[in-house]
């Protein structure tokens, strides 16, 4: 069956970095778009950052820009978000999503995802 799951958060200092990972299986990873959402404690879920399947082609939330980098290994059935210089805002849980779409260029979003992971938690705080 479809499964996709997070692992690699945890807690950080302000200004520091982390990378979390999506392991998936049950599918070809080659065929569909990735997308990395997050959902602080009373808020809504926000999309952050997405990768295209067709070229690798990579998108990012405003939030997201010039501090996270989300890439792709097909070949390891993987997705990574390297995030650097993080702030207390950034607390939140982390959830990968696949989307059998395509990435919003604008805002980051993996379009109409219908599979998720479980979620990891990110925690940045001194």
């Known amino acids: 069956q479809v499964q996709l799951v997070e692992s690699g958060g945890g807690l950080v200092q302000p200004g520091g970095s982390l990378r979390v990972a999506c392991v998936v299986s049950?599918?070809?990873?080659?065929?569909?778009?990735i997308g990395w959402f997050r959902q602080a404690p009373g808020k809504e879920r926000e999309g952050v950052s997405c990768?295209?399947?067709?070229?690798?082609?990579?998108y990012y939330a405003r939030s997201a820009k010039g501090r996270f980098t989300i890439s792709r290994d097909n070949a390891k059935n993987t997705v990574w978000l390297q995030m650097n210089n993080l702030r207390p805002d950034d607390t939140a849980v982390y959830y990968c999503?696949?989307?059998?779409?395509?990435?919003?260029?604008?805002?980051?979003?993996?379009?109409?995802?219908?599979?998720w992971g479980q979620g990891t938690q990110v925690t940045v705080s001194s």
């Open positions: 999503a696949r989307s059998p779409n395509w990435c919003d260029a604008t805002s980051g979003w993996a379009i109409g995802p219908d599979y």
């Open positions: 049950g599918f070809t990873l080659d065929y569909y778009a």
């Open positions: 990768v295209m399947s067709s070229d690798g082609s990579a």
